[in-house]
C-alpha cells in the first residue's frame, strides 16, 4: 500500500488535519448517515492522522451502537472526519474524500459498502 500525505478540513477552516492516505480505492456506504452526509471515505490508522486545528471546534454526533464518532465542525456543519476502532480496538480515522485539498474525486475508484445492510 503506498500512502500520499493529504491536508483537508472543513469549509469555514476551523478544522484542519493532515493524513496520510491510499486513495486507491474510496468507500461510499449507504447507511444512514453517510447516504445524508454524501461522504466518500478513506480509512486510516490513528497513527496516520494528526488533527492540525479545531479540536475544540467539532461537535461529536453518535448513534446506534455509537461506535463511530461523527465530528462535524460547529460553525459550518462540514463532516471532515470521523474517528472509531476496529472491533480489535485498533483506534482507525475515516476520512472524508471530499474534505479533501487538491484531490479531483472524480478520477478515483469508488467501492460501494451495503452499510444499511451490515
Ligand atoms: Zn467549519
Not at 69 to 91: E, Q, R, V, W
Request: aromatic residues 8%.
Amino acid at each position: 500500500m503506498s500512502t500520499t500525505n493529504y491536508s483537508g478540513g472543513c469549509h469555514c477552516g476551523k478544522v484542519r488535519y493532515e493524513a496520510n492516505a491510499d486513495l486507491s480505492s474510496v468507500m461510499a456506504c449507504n447507511c444512514s448517515i453517510c447516504a445524508r452526509k454524501g461522504a466518500l471515505m478513506a480509512f486510516v490508522p490513528a497513527s496516520e492522522f494528526k488533527l492540525t486545528a479545531g479540536e475544540k471546534a467539532v461537535t461529536d454526533y453518535q448513534f446506534n451502537k455509537k461506535k463511530v464518532h461523527h465530528l462535524f465542525c460547529a460553525t459550518c456543519g462540514i463532516h471532515s472526519y470521523a474517528t472509531g476502532s476496529k472491533p480489535d480496538g485498533t483506534a482507525m480515522y475515516m476520512l472524508n474524500v471530499r474534505c479533501l485539498d487538491n484531490v479531483d474525486v472524480e478520477s478515483l475508484k469508488v467501492t460501494h459498502h451495503d452499510g444499511k445492510h451490515s
